[in-house]
């Protein structure tokens, strides 16, 4: 019962299970899709409108106000930064921590140390108190241990 594509603001949009999704999505920017979708009005009319998502936005780990979180099994470091595509709340935030084992916190890069980020970006850096780059840890296998509130962890890579 959910919508996958909001109405967005016009009115004209809000109707119950009248919107047909066409085929085929396209790349309209760096950081967007979208999709033709076809709504369906009264006497058999129908307006085609353009639905927008966020690159990976398909799915997201989402916590709310009340706190959430999770651990990755453990994968290669490959690369200098980790980047994420997260949304947050005005009150929300994302913090990092990278993990040798689950459990066992990397020294410099405990959870405890890291930034604190916020806001809707698609390709946000990852730092702690000890700056972001990971080079030292180039083909370490460790775990991400991710700790949410009020946000959606849409997807995650590490960057050159």
Not at 53 to 73: C, Q
Not at 97 to 111: K, V
Request: hydrophobic share 35%; charged share 20%.
């Amino acid at each position: 019962m959910e919508a996958w594509i909001h109405p967005g603001r016009n009115r004209c949009n809000w109707g119950h299970r009248r919107t047909i999704t066409a085929w085929g999505l396209r790349r309209t920017a760096e950081d967007e899709l979208s999709v033709n979708v076809s709504q369906r009005y009264r006497f058999n009319t129908a307006q085609m409108l353009r639905g927008t998502l966020r690159i990976d936005g398909f799915a997201s780990a989402r916590a709310g106000y009340a706190r959430g979180g999770l651990v990755t099994t453990p994968l290669s470091c490959e690369g200098r930064r980790l980047v994420l595509n997260i949304e947050t709340g005005a009150g929300g935030s994302v913090r990092v921590g990278m993990q040798a084992e689950p459990g066992a916190p990397l020294s410099g890069f405990e959870l405890a140390d890291g930034q604190g980020l916020y806001g809707d970006a698609t390709a946000e850096p990852s730092g702690w108190k000890s700056g972001s780059d990971l080079s030292a840890l180039a083909g370490r296998r460790m775990g991400i241990r991710f700790a949410l509130t009020d946000c959606d962890l849409y997807s995650y890579r590490f960057a050159p």
